[in-house]
C-alpha cells in the first residue's frame, strides 16, 4: 500500500465517514466479509451517484472502482475520481474491453475491485438485470466475489434529485462467493454467478420507501 493508498484508507475514509454520518445515518453489516488480503471482487446493487463512497467507506483496503466514462468528462470531478482510484467505462457499449481489461488486471494483482453489475443506476429503486462482463472475469481468476446490498441510496440521492436529502443508508456484505469453470462451459458458470450474485443481493434489497 502506497502513500496516497494509506491516506486515503486510514485518513480520508474514517473522515468522511464522521462528516456524512450526520447526514445520512450510515450502518454497516458484515465488514469482515471482505478478505483482508487477496484479489476481490465487490458486486454491489446500484442506486446513486455516492454509492461507491458510502460502501467503501469501512474498509481498510484500497478500491479500485469501475466508473462511468460521462462522470471523467466533468472537469472538476476528474481529479476527484482519481483521487480515489476510480476508473472509466463507457456504458453506451454493450462491452467495454478497455475497462475489463483495467479490471483484471487489478484483481490479478491482488486489489480490491469495486464493480456494478447493474451497469448504471437503478431508475426505480428495485434491482436491475444484470451484466456478466465480471463475473466472467471473476470466474476465469476464481476471484471470490462479495454481494453487497445498499439501502436508502435511492431515497437519499436517486438519478432524479441534482442534491441528496437527509436519510439512512444501510449496507450488507454477504459472505463472499466462489464460482470456477473448470470443466464446465465458461458461459454457463457466468451466467450461474450472475443469477447466484444477485439472488444473495435481492435478499436483503428493501422496496424504496420502506425503512
Given amino acids: 500500500m502506497n502513500l496516497h493508498q494509506r ?3 486510514y485518513v480520508t475514509r474514517p473522515a468522511l ?4 454520518h450526520p447526514f445520512f445515518r450510515m450502518t454497516y453489516f458484515g465488514v469482515e466479509h471482505v478478505p483482508k488480503t487477496g484479489p476481490v471482487l465487490l458486486a454491489p446493487n446500484h ?7 458510502w460502501i467503501g467507506l469501512p474498509i481498510r483496503r484500497p478500491i479500485h472502482f469501475m466508473t462511468w466514462s460521462r462522470v ?3 472537469a472538476y470531478l476528474r481529479p476527484l475520481l482519481r483521487y480515489f482510484q476510480c476508473f472509466p467505462v463507457d456504458h453506451d457499449k454493450p462491452f467495454d474491453k478497455s475497462a475489463l481489461k483495467v479490471a483484471q488486471e487489478l ?8 464493480i456494478f453489475p447493474e451497469g448504471g443506476r437503478t431508475p426505480h429503486g428495485d434491482l436491475q438485470e ?13 476471484v471470490p466475489i462479495v454481494p453487497v446490498t445498499l439501502n436508502g441510496g435511492f431515497e437519499a440521492w436517486s438519478m ?6 437527509p436519510g439512512k443508508i444501510t449496507v450488507h456484505f454477504h459472505p463472499p462467493m466462489y464460482f470456477s469453470a473448470d470443466d464446465r462451459d465458461l458461459k454457463e458458470v457466468t451466467a450461474e454467478a450472475a443469477r447466484a450474485v444477485r439472488e444473495v443481493i435481492a435478499s436483503k434489497l428493501q422496496r424504496p420507501g420502506v425503512s
Fill in 7 to 9: 491516506t486515503i484508507v
Fill in 17 to 20: 465517514r464522521l462528516a456524512l
Fill in 47 to 53: 442506486q446513486a451517484y455516492a454509492d461507491p463512497f
Fill in 72 to 74: 471523467f468528462r466533468v
Fill in 107 to 114: 484483481l490479478r494483482s491482488g486489489q480490491i475491485v469495486m
Fill in 130 to 142: 444484470f451484466k456478466v462482463g465480471a463475473f466472467r472475469i471473476a470466474v476465469k481468476l476464481r
Fill in 160 to 165: 432524479y434529485r441534482k442534491l441528496p436529502r
